[in-house]
């Protein structure tokens, strides 16, 4: 296993459990002790975990794992969502996405789509996500703005002050949001406020919103609200959901798609 395969599945136990001693991390991943107290105290250098006697802990209840360690979790769910999100999307239309591995996955499904192959534009994709502009700005026949802003690291997303100049000045057919959590009670929510806050303007500025999320994010809570779930007209997730959570998203008004 690569430093970085076992890097990403260090990450990804952590994030489950919230706590990872050495010598079990060393049994799951099949590694010595020795190699795992090395991997924990290099990622603690780059405050991606807190080192603790014999372990490692996340740093708190806002912990968020970086987008680059987070794009095999649950990847056959996301590839789905994005489909069926991207069959939602129609040629012409103007569309915000946000940051995310879903919506990155939804960006990847409409840059394949036949008929939009050709146009002028065939798309506008507005978007404060750098590897989603980078990924669809070789397409000629999409029209990629982006918000500008402050880089965030973890996500990849640009966030501030300087985004609301360009989200004040224009209107969008569809916001795709990509969430951490989707509540029908509390709403769509990030861990980042600054995240959020560029993510609600995204949806204020659309005529119909689309969360996609796989079932993992439903019925959860996260630190920065995005919206209610009122705003959101659709709920694109996978077939896992519990009918008890889509009767209470469906109460809300929301339309649910499990693929």
């Known amino acids: 296993m690569s430093r970085d395969a076992r890097w990403k599945a260090l990450l990804e136990l952590l994030v489950e459990r919230g706590r990872l001693d050495v010598e079990e991390a060393a049994t799951r991943l099949q ?3 020795a190699t795992i107290r090395r991997d ?3 990622l603690a250098e780059q405050q991606m975990l807190v080192r603790t006697r014999g372990g490692a802990v996340v740093h708190g209840v806002s912990y968020e794992l970086p987008l680059r360690y987070k794009t095999a979790r649950h990847a056959s769910e996301k590839q789905r969502i994005a489909r069926a999100v991207a069959d939602l999307i129609a040629p012409g239309e103007a569309v915000g996405l946000t940051g995310g591995t879903t919506t990155t996955e939804v960006a990847r499904a409409l840059a394949v789509r036949p008929d939009l192959a050709s146009g002028s534009p065939a798309l506008t994709v507005v978007t404060n996500a750098l ?3 980078n990924e669809l700005a070789v397409r ?3 029209k990629i703005v982006v918000t500008g802003g402050v880089a965030r690291p973890q996500s990849y997303e640009l966030i501030g ?3 609301d100049g360009v989200l004040g000045q224009i209107t969008l057919d569809v916001a795709v949001l990509g969430v951490v959590a989707f509540d029908a009670t509390h709403g769509a929510a990030a861990h980042d406020e600054a995240e959020a806050a560029i993510n609600r303007l995204l949806c204020e500025r659309a005529e119909r919103v ?3 999320a796989d079932s993992s994010k439903l019925g959860q809570r996260a630190f920065a609200r995005i919206c209610a779930a009122e705003s959101v007209g659709t709920l ?6 519990g009918p008890e959570t ?4 469906e109460e809300a008004g929301v339309e649910v798609i499990a693929v």
């Not at 889509?246 to 998203?249: E, L, Q």
């Open 236 to 241: 694109v997730t996978d077939v896992a959901v």
């Open 161 to 163: 002050p300087l985004a």
């Open 40 to 42: 924990f105290d290099q």
């Open 210 to 212: 689309i969360v996609a």
């Open 140 to 142: 000629p026949q999409f």
């Open 131 to 133: 590897n989603i502009a």
């Open 31 to 33: 590694v010595s002790a």
């Open 246 to 249: 889509i009767a209470r998203f």
